[in-house]
C-alpha cells in the first residue's frame, strides 16, 4: 500500500506510519485528530482517492493520499460503498499499525461523502453503521471536510 505526501513524494506504508507518529510524538502539547475519508470521480472508470490526515488541532494538519482505478462505476450506491470500504480499510490497517507500535492512545474517525441532502440521505444508516459497526467515529457532510475537501481534491 503506497501513499503520496504532497511534500515527500510517494511513501511506504511503514514510512507513512513512521511520519505520522514523529508528527504527532514532536509536539505531545497539542491534541490531535486522525482522519480518513475517501472520494470518487467517474469518468472512462471511477476514480477513487483515500486520504489520510493529521490534525494538530489548532495549529496545522499533514495528509497523505492514495488513487485507486476501477471499472466505471454507474450505481451511486455501489460507489459510496466503495469510498466507505476504501475509507475502512485504511482506517484498520493504520489502527493496527498504531497498536503494534504502542500508540492506542490515537483515536480515528472516518469522514464520509454522504449527507442529509442530496442523493446520498438515503443511505447514512447503512453506512455510518457499517463505520461505527467496525469501531470507528464517523462523519457526514457538513462535517465530513476530509472526504469532501482534501480526497475530492486529488480525484480530478
Not at 510517494?10 to 486522525?34: A, F, G, H, N, R
Not at 459510496?80 to 498504531?98: G, T, Y
Not at 447514512?124 to 459497526?133: C, H, P, Q
Request: aromatic content about 10%; overall charge neutral; some cysteine.
Amino acid at each position: 500500500m503506497h501513499f503520496i505526501s504532497p511534500s515527500k513524494g510517494v511513501m511506504t506504508w511503514d514510512e507513512v506510519v513512521t511520519d505520522l507518529l514523529d508528527y504527532v510524538t514532536s509536539d505531545p502539547d497539542y491534541s490531535y485528530k486522525i482522519i480518513i475519508g475517501t472520494d470518487s470521480h467517474v469518468r472512462d472508470e471511477t476514480h477513487f482517492v483515500t486520504a489520510l490526515v493529521v490534525h494538530r488541532v489548532g495549529k496545522g494538519a499533514r495528509y497523505f493520499y492514495r488513487r485507486k482505478l476501477y471499472e466505471k462505476i454507474k450505481s451511486l450506491r455501489q460507489k459510496i460503498f466503495f469510498e466507505a470500504a476504501f475509507s475502512l480499510e485504511v482506517a484498520s490497517k493504520l489502527a493496527q499499525s498504531l497498536a503494534e507500535r504502542g500508540h492506542t492512545e490515537l483515536d480515528l474517525e472516518i469522514h464520509l461523502d454522504i449527507g442529509h441532502n442530496g442523493e446520498t440521505k438515503g443511505l447514512i444508516r447503512d453506512i455510518v453503521g457499517m463505520i461505527v459497526g467496525s469501531g470507528f467515529d464517523a462523519k457526514i457532510k457538513p462535517d465530513s471536510c476530509v472526504a469532501s475537501n482534501v480526497a475530492d481534491k486529488y480525484t480530478k
